[in-house]
């Protein structure tokens, strides 16, 4: 028999290549940008611990278009401009087909504009400022807007805590404080009640006494305190201790353990609304906190069961997508109805945003207990 010639080889080997799977072991890259260290580090590290056990759950069930997700996470410090910087990375070096992320609304709209001129979808599962997804029609959300949220503190202290005179403290350093706080302000005003006066702070401040005096000579029926944990912990004990005793009722930036280890005491009696309650007794709830309590041996916050929606929300628009085309993604997510999360039942509208449910919560006993959800 003769030999094959050197063509003959080349023809064979291609042929042969030709015939093997495709990407048979191809992995889809989804960039995750979070806080894991730094201020915020508690969110964001329940924020990456939800992603990652949705991640593991789908890839254990044979993954997304028959391939494995790859979630490339970033840290971004809890500091300005990381965020931008790691998009860029995401899109350049990584090649992600979308991004999760970020935690924060200030942060999110550092990367979100880099999305939106690479047309690589990005959903947020956590940031909360309305003009997030203005930003272009690849940025989607997939928890509720400000102005939920702030109609939900304003009603509440209206229909519940009767309240008629109220002071709102701001964070001015946080696009998610500041949304809040128009959002608050526009209802309470709206309804026949009066915010008397807004004081304003600053991320990383830890003295508030001078704010607080005013607020204790103002005699409000309720303080609307929309800010995150870091602060908000000291401000409850500041205001205990200088004798102010109406309630305080903040959003979800107050979910964080860190809040009742600082306050202490102070804690007790207020209020905040919420994404979600590890109490819920829906049994897709419970099944979630089960299984996460068993993996990291703590009870799921709002941030772990939001990022274990978001990462299951892209996972399923890539897989009705058919592809890892981000066009194809982006057109998914925009089409996304009555997905079942552990946050509630999740939909997206014509601006991109999540239609979903929310809760309630106050402090009792050093634990926050569900008061009531509510429906959009």
């Known amino acids: 028999m003769a030999k ?4 003959q080889v080349c023809l064979g080997v291609l042929t042969l290549l030709s015939l093997a799977p495709q ?19 508690t969110f964001g590290v329940s924020s ?6 949705a991640v593991e759950e789908i890839n254990a069930s044979g993954g997304t278009l028959g391939q494995p997700i790859q979630l490339i996470v970033e840290d971004n410090g809890s500091k300005a401009g990381e965020t931008a910087t790691i998009t860029r990375k995401f899109i350049s070096q990584d ?16 990367g979100a504009p880099l999305a939106q001129a690479a047309k690589i979808p990005l959903l947020t599962p956590s940031a909360t400022n309305v003009a997030i997804t203005k930003i272009g029609n690849y940025i989607f959300r997939s928890c509720f807007i400000d102005p939920f949220t702030g ?29 809040l706080t128009e959002a608050i302000e526009h209802f309470f005003n709206q309804n026949g009640a009066r915010i008397s006066n807004t004081f304003s702070y600053s991320s990383g401040d830890t003295d508030f006494r001078t704010q607080l005096t005013e607020v204790r000579n103002a005699h409000p029926d309720v303080v609307f305190l929309p800010g995150y944990y870091t602060e908000v912990g000291l401000i409850l004990l500041q205001a ?17 353990p860190s809040l009742i280890q600082v306050a202490g005491k102070a804690a007790e009696g207020n209020y905040y609304t919420d994404h979600f309650s590890a109490a819920d007794p829906e049994p897709r709830v419970q099944n979630f906190v089960q299984i996460y309590r068993a993996k990291y041996g703590a009870i799921p916050d709002a941030l772990a069961a939001l990022w274990y929606d978001g990462a299951r929300l892209l996972a399923q628009a890539v897989q009705r997508a058919g592809s890892t085309d981000p ?50």
């Open 4 to 7: 094959p010639t050197w063509m």
């Open 95 to 110: 090649k992600v087909v979308v991004i999760l992320g970020d935690l924060t609304s200030s942060a999110t709209m550092e």
């Open 327 to 376: 066009a194809k993604i982006r057109d998914a997510l925009a089409a996304t109805r009555d997905f079942d999360g552990v946050t509630g039942r999740i939909s997206i509208d014509e601006n991109r945003n999540a239609s979903k449910p929310g809760v309630i919560l106050k402090i009792e006993s050093g634990e926050p207990k569900m008061v009531q959800q509510i429906t959009p």
């Open 151 to 179: 109609k939900i503190m304003a009603k509440f202290a209206l229909d519940h805590l009767q309240a008629k005179r109220a002071i709102v403290m701001t964070d001015v350093k946080q696009d998610y404080s500041v949304g």
């Open 23 to 41: 990407n048979s072991h191809a992995e889809i890259k989804i960039g995750a940008v979070t806080c894991l260290t730094g201020a915020l580090s």
């Open 240 to 256: 205990r201790q200088l004798g102010i005793k109406c309630p305080f009722v903040g959003g979800e930036g107050w979910d964080s």
């Open 48 to 53: 990456i611990q939800g992603a990652k056990l």
